[in-house]
């Protein structure tokens, strides 16, 4: 079994920045991998990034591509989401997941979910 508890959601003005975490804890091996997704009031879940652990492997939403950045910390077992120039329209709640084995952007194929952090852009 494995847990996961995001952090550092808020309330920030656009263009401004946040940093999102999640740890994880529980039965972390070695082939975790883990991704972020986002849900807004009356949308689906939509990917955002994901991160293999070995952190080599890593993609991007059209949507946030070149201003987000996916990282983690092993040695913490930690993932973080760095998100930089923020728009009206990233805000969501914001939900770590983790699976076994390849990251994946489909939400269909992660085992395990946080509760999820609320961001929310002011204009």
């Known amino acids: 079994q494995v847990q996961l508890v995001e952090s550092g959601g808020g309330l920030v003005q656009a263009g401004g920045s946040l940093r999102v975490s999640c740890a994880a804890s529980?039965?972390?091996?070695?082939?975790?991998?883990m991704g972020w997704f986002r849900q807004a009031p009356g949308k689906e879940r939509d990917f955002v990034a994901a991160i293999s652990w070995s952190g080599l492997g890593i993609a991007y939403a059209d949507s946030v591509k070149g201003r987000f950045t996916i990282s983690r910390d092993n040695a913490k077992n930690t993932v973080y989401l760095q998100m930089n120039s923020l728009k009206p329209e990233d805000t969501a709640v914001y939900y770590c997941a983790a699976r076994y084995g390849r990251s994946s952007s489909a939400t269909s194929s992660y085992d395990y979910w946080g509760q999820g952090t609320q961001v929310t852009v002011s204009s």
């Open positions: 529980g039965r972390t091996f070695s082939n975790l991998a």
